[in-house]
């Protein structure tokens, strides 16, 4: 019969979601990024070296069975948050703050160790594939020979649960069409059975039915238990799967907000910037605001929106503003309450 729990009672019933509810809320996130900060060092002219910040103060989480949606406009540093993850980052790159996993520090080492396997990357290009290499051979990667048997046999039961037909295992990548191409992409995040699994702009260009299976594959992997994250620009598709949104702009997080904030005409919402992108969609106000992104080798002494905030005071103007919780969720602003 197996250990089956009874529950008698409509108030027994109460208790046990409660503690339920409880243990999910205090779960240890199984991705912790704690200030992380990013720059490169370049050289300018007369061999004077430089240093270009790319990210700054940068924080979030990523939790069992959760899809966390990482959104912002380009060269707001998401994809680089991806690589700094997996430890991918060029040798001119210098990374400080701390990204933990499972509990532990995600060191150099440990990133090679678990790349790949407890932890996988669903890049945003075919050109991630190597061009000369079959498809199959790609989606099991290096596997030990006593094993292969095992993992073509696996490759083939994904391969046809994403309706890719046997033919494709002898294919080169060129020879896939677009949506051929996405699912073998997610094929090897979900050949690997990663804890983690982190999807880079996978969206952009796709039908509307292209789309839609493509999001409905990062809602299984969360169903079954992985911790996703979704890095895209497009907001809309995020709202559809993702648990929380973290608002990426100049380089950090300016909020960390609920899905369930943007309901109601964002009045939820904390930040200016996360309602202005809210206010921006043509299903909304398809309102813009006016200025620009800072550039990436620019000095703020402030809030990095002070010059486009409608809601600024001049205490915005000196001092970075500290991510805080506030209703529920993370933000970073001062005005905030």
């Known amino acids: 019969m197996g250990n089956k729990v009874k529950i008698n009672t409509k108030k027994e019933l109460i208790t046990k979601l409660t503690t339920y509810a409880g243990e999910k809320k205090n779960a240890e996130a199984l991705l912790k990024v704690e200030d992380l900060s990013l720059s490169f060092t370049q050289y300018a002219s007369g061999l004077r070296q430089t240093e270009l910040k790319v990210i700054s103060n940068l924080s979030l989480q990523a939790y069992k069975g959760e899809i966390l949606a990482v959104v912002g406009s380009s060269g707001s540093g998401k994809s680089l948050l991806a690589h700094a993850i997996l430890g991918i980052l060029p040798s001119n790159a210098k990374l400080d703050g701390k990204i933990k996993y499972n509990g532990k520090e995600l060191t150099q080492e440990r990133k090679e160790e678990l790349r790949g396997k407890e932890i996988a990357l669903i890049p945003q290009a075919i050109t991630y594939l190597d061009p000369l290499m079959k498809i199959s051979d790609q989606v099991m990667g290096c596997v030990e020979k006593k094993d292969e048997g095992l993992m073509k046999k696996l490759q083939r039961e994904i391969f046809q649960r994403y309706d890719l037909k046997p033919e494709v295992e002898r294919m080169l990548p060129h020879e896939l069409s677009g949506g051929m191409a996405r699912r073998v992409l997610v094929s090897t995040a979900v050949i690997s059975s990663s804890k983690l699994v982190i999807a880079d702009e996978p969206t952009p260009g796709l039908d509307e039915k292209t789309l839609n299976e493509t999001l409905s594959y990062f809602k299984g992997m969360a169903d079954k238990g992985c911790a996703v994250i979704l890095i895209t620009h497009d907001i ?48 909304n106000k398809f309102q813009a605001i006016k200025g620009h992104q800072p550039i990436q080798d620019e000095v703020i002494d402030g809030c990095i929106f002070y010059e ?11 001092g970075i503003p500290q991510l805080k919780k506030v209703n529920g969720g993370m933000v970073r602003c001062n005005n905030a309450s």
């Not at 100049?250 to 206010?279: I, M, S």
């Not at 905030?309 to 103007?317: E, H, I």
């Open 236 to 283: 809309e598709a995020a709202l559809k799967i993702s648990h929380k949104i973290a608002v990426f702009y100049a380089g950090t997080v300016l909020e960390v907000a609920n899905v369930e904030d943007f309901k109601n005409n964002g009045e939820n919402l904390r930040h200016p910037y996360t309602r202005a992108l809210w206010n921006a969609l043509p299903q």
């Open 308 to 318: 486009r905030c409608s809601k600024k005071k001049a205490l915005c103007s000196h």
